[in-house]
């Protein structure tokens, strides 16, 4: 399994101003992701970060918004940019990891505990 | 993406088994249906994944339809900290990708 952490736990900021998050694994991972997740909602995938290579998002998510850094294997960061009340979510990280099960090994992912923002 | 359909809620007494039900009509032949649970306050952590066959584990079991349009997650019985919301999820072959849809949020009573 994999062990996240991630950075800060919650903050409270003002509307125009950006946040970077930081998102830490225990060992050395390929694929990482970042999830938001809106009050009372489900999660919704952002964009996929792999080391040495640009994030690939998801429909609906920019960079200019939502850059992210990816300088190693067990590290990230997700900055939310310019940002509004409508910014205020949880986000996630996760990664990908391969698991020993009884028969066969399988992919799974596991999730950091998320950031708490909420913007003023 | 194909899409998962579950139930938006359920309530379960403790200690009794819970059935999850999961509608996917329009799965490929190469989408896995995996499992993954919300404890509140927490990030999402695996439950179980199967293709065909029937699948258990120390957490769960999972009936796979035999035409594969459903699925239901079976956790034997339940306990207060099963208290989560259960998400359904296709994942195909060649995609790390999890797409999360609305899930189903069970309650356990004791």
């Known amino acids: 399994s994999a062990v996240i952490s991630q950075k800060p736990s919650r903050d409270i900021c003002q509307r125009g101003t950006s946040l970077t998050i930081q998102c830490q694994v225990d060992s050395q991972v390929t694929m990482m992701f970042w999830y938001r997740q809106q009050p009372g909602q489900s999660l919704t995938l952002i964009a996929t970060?792999?080391?040495?290579?640009?994030?690939?998002?998801e429909s609906g998510f920019v960079i200019d918004k939502f850059p992210i850094s990816r300088p190693n294997l067990t590290f990230s960061t997700l900055t939310v940019s310019n940002m509004s009340p409508e910014d205020s979510s949880i986000y996630l990280c996760?990664?990908?990891?391969?698991?020993?099960?009884?028969?066969?090994?399988?992919?799974?992912?596991?999730f950091g505990p998320g950031t708490r923002l909420t913007v003023l | 993406d194909a899409k998962t359909t579950q139930p938006n809620s359920m309530e379960s007494n403790e200690e009794e088994p819970v059935h999850l039900p999961c509608n996917h009509s329009t799965i490929s032949g190469t989408d896995y249906i995996h499992w993954y649970r919300q404890l509140p306050s927490q990030g999402p952590e695996y439950v179980i994944h199967g293709l065909t066959s029937n699948v258990n584990n120390r957490m769960a079991s999972l009936a796979i339809a035999e035409d594969r349009k459903s699925s239901t997650l079976i956790l034997h019985r339940a306990t207060l900290r099963d208290a989560a919301v259960y998400y359904c999820i296709l994942r195909g072959g060649a995609t790390n990708k999890l797409i999360f849809g609305t899930g189903t949020l069970l309650a356990v009573q004791p």
């Open positions: 970060a792999n080391q040495g290579s640009e994030a690939t998002y």
């Open positions: 996760s990664v990908e990891g391969v698991v020993a099960g009884d028969r066969s090994s399988y992919n799974e992912q596991f």
